[in-house]
């Protein structure tokens, strides 16, 4: 069963950075890895609706909210079955639990930021505080 664990969240001061990992493990079939799945990346405040953050295509295209746009950035890791999410620019609203999702897309170069996913991880937590 395929699992997604995400790591890298902890207390940063305003305009620090964090990198966030998703990694992904149980593929049904080992030779299709994360690289044959769209990654979305999401963040759920207290009290507010789960909002998507950035996505990458199996073809490398990527989306990005206005909310972070030129502040975050996904990226697929070195590390097989790892995709990152770069965040810099860190302000208190951006406090939140953070979630990677996939969803089997293989050779297409069309990802969303909708919470459109078929598997998501557990989140980490990702708080802005001085």
């Known amino acids: 069963q395929l699992q997604l664990v995400e790591s890298g969240g902890g207390l940063v001061q305003p305009g620090g950075s964090l990198r966030l990992s998703c990694a992904a493990s149980g593929f049904s079939n080992p030779g299709y890895g994360l690289n044959f799945y769209a990654v979305g990346w999401f963040r759920q405040a207290p009290g507010k609706e789960r909002e998507g953050l950035a996505c990458?295509?199996?073809?490398?295209?990527?989306t990005y909210a206005d909310s972070v746009k030129g502040r975050f950035t996904i990226s697929r890791g070195h590390a097989r079955n790892t995709v990152h999410l770069q965040m810099n620019s860190l302000e208190p609203e951006d406090t939140a639990v953070y979630y990677c999702?996939?969803?089997?897309?293989?050779?297409?170069?069309?990802?969303?930021?909708?919470?459109?996913?078929?598997?998501w991880g557990q989140g980490t937590q990702v708080t802005v505080s001085t």
């Open positions: 999702a996939v969803n089997w897309n293989p050779r297409s170069p069309i990802c969303t930021i909708l919470p459109q996913y078929a598997n």
């Open positions: 990458i295509s199996t073809t490398g295209s990527t």
